[in-house]
């Protein structure tokens, strides 16, 4: 299989991406990325060292996607009403993109590839926070508590893990209210 012209290690990682959306981050292998790219697994390697460091880039760019996404959602905002756009966003994107929400790093200030997109959605999540007047290990606390609230709730309705025929939006709504009185006790 000859190479294909302008293959870019950012084609690689759409194709990847293409291919979790498609099979989630299990059909994420690196034969499968060259036969989508039309290239041989080998052509690959100019691009990226390994599979692991296929799945870092592709955790780069999921933080960079949901940074954007929370951005655009809290813009203009401030208070409650933005703490609350900005944990609707994260649950609307976990639920739009299942796949690539899987893939995203559980700690990429660990990761000198991913470390800087994953300090910019924190950096959104602490701006988003900074009318609480919380600083410090306050605001990271804070911070924690809200991604685990959106990310426990994602991940659960993700799975299909609530069956009961309660609203799934009414006990997010009552997970949100929540957080927002646990915030204004803080502040």
């Known amino acids: 299989m000859a190479a294909r012209p302008g293959l870019t290690t950012s084609k690689v990682v759409d194709a990847a991406l293409e291919l979790i959306d498609e099979q989630g981050v299990e059909g994420l292998t690196l034969a499968a990325v060259a036969a989508r790219t039309g290239v041989a697994t080998p052509s690959l390697y100019k691009h990226v060292a390994n599979l692991q460091t296929l799945r870092d880039h592709v955790g780069v760019r999921v933080l960079e996607d949901m940074?954007?996404?929370?951005?655009?959602?809290?813009?203009?905002?401030?208070?409650d009403e933005a703490v609350a756009a900005l944990m609707h966003a994260y649950r609307a994107y976990a639920a739009k993109h299942p796949?690539?929400?899987?893939?995203?790093?559980?700690d990429p200030l660990h990761d000198e590839l991913q470390k800087a997109a994953g300090t910019?959605?924190?950096?959104?999540?602490?701006?988003?926070?900074?009318?609480?007047?919380?600083?410090?290990?306050?605001?990271?606390?804070?911070?924690?508590?809200?991604?685990?609230?959106v990310h426990g709730f994602a991940s659960i309705e993700s799975g299909g893990g609530f069956g009961l025929p309660e609203g799934l939006d009414d006990t997010y709504d009552?997970?949100?209210?929540?957080?927002?009185?646990d915030l204004r006790g803080q502040s």
């Open 120 to 149: 910019k959605l924190i950096e959104v999540m602490l701006a988003t926070l900074r009318s609480y007047g919380l600083e410090g290990s306050a605001a990271i606390h804070a911070t924690r508590r809200l991604r685990v609230i």
């Open 67 to 79: 940074t954007d996404w929370f951005t655009k959602a809290v813009l203009g905002l401030s208070g």
């Open 174 to 181: 009552q997970l949100v209210r929540m957080y927002l009185t």
């Open 99 to 106: 796949h690539r929400y899987a893939a995203m790093p559980m």
